[in-house]
């Protein structure tokens, strides 16, 4: 009797809370700048399962950027970080704490998935960009055409949330585009703040 008691638990948990199948929506992540030398020291993003990626690459300058594994993100919510501009001399020091609306991203990124007729999504990532101020958080698939067939199914954006990288080398949604507070000094008790 108590060892039924154990193995039904267990095969609830197969079934349900342990399934393979996944709310991730990416493994890759990328930061970059598409305005010149900037530092990110501390950046991340918040999913609505409660897990937690870092975009905090250090030393960027170019779009897509730096490039790294982040874990399994799924559907984003929040985004909290510290960045400068320049290398050297910071400019500028910049902070945000900032929701984003997760069920528009998961359309989003849901739109973007279903887009391409032959391309997969092994290659999907976000892609966070600081320029100045402003900070944006993308999603791709990374289909190059040079190398992909990127062609688009019909009809498969009818909202116009797809649009081309700031590249212009691939597709991409926007699932945040905001402003950070802007500082001459750094912020208490941020990474600068020595």
């Given at each position: 009797m108590n060892?039924?008691?154990?193995?039904?638990?267990?095969?609830?948990?197969l079934f349900t809370g342990c399934s393979i199948t996944s709310a991730s929506n990416a493994s890759i992540g990328?930061?970059?700048?598409?305005?010149?030398?900037?530092?990110?020291?501390?950046?991340?993003v918040s999913d609505t399962n409660g897990g937690r990626s870092s975009f905090a690459y250090g030393a960027v300058s170019s779009y897509p950027g730096a490039s790294a594994d982040i874990g399994r993100i799924g559907k984003p919510k929040k985004i909290e970080g510290y960045w400068s501009k320049g290398w050297d001399d910071y400019e500028k020091y910049y902070h945000i704490t900032a929701s984003i609306d997760s069920k528009l991203a998961e359309?989003?990124?849901?739109?973007?998935?279903?887009?391409?007729?032959?391309?997969?999504?092994?290659?999907?990532?976000?892609?966070?960009?600081?320029?100045?101020?402003?900070?944006?958080?993308?999603?791709?698939?990374?289909?190059f055409s040079?190398?992909?067939?990127?062609?688009?199914r019909k009809n498969a954006d009818p909202n116009g949330w797809i649009v081309r990288?700031?590249?212009?080398?691939?597709?991409?949604?926007?699932?945040?585009?905001?402003?950070?507070?802007?500082?001459?000094?750094?912020?208490?008790?941020?990474p600068y703040d020595k």
């Open positions: 060892s039924k008691l154990f193995i039904i638990p267990m095969i609830c948990c990328n930061a970059g700048s598409t305005t010149g030398p900037h530092i990110i020291k501390r950046m991340t359309k989003k990124i849901s739109t973007l998935r279903d887009y391409y007729k032959n391309h997969g999504d092994y290659l999907a990532a976000m892609v966070l960009t600081v320029d100045g101020p402003r900070v944006r958080l993308l999603y791709t698939m990374n289909c040079k190398l992909d067939d990127c062609t688009p990288s700031p590249d212009d080398t691939t597709e991409v949604v926007v699932l945040f585009d905001g402003i950070g507070e802007a500082s001459d000094t750094p912020f208490p008790g941020s």
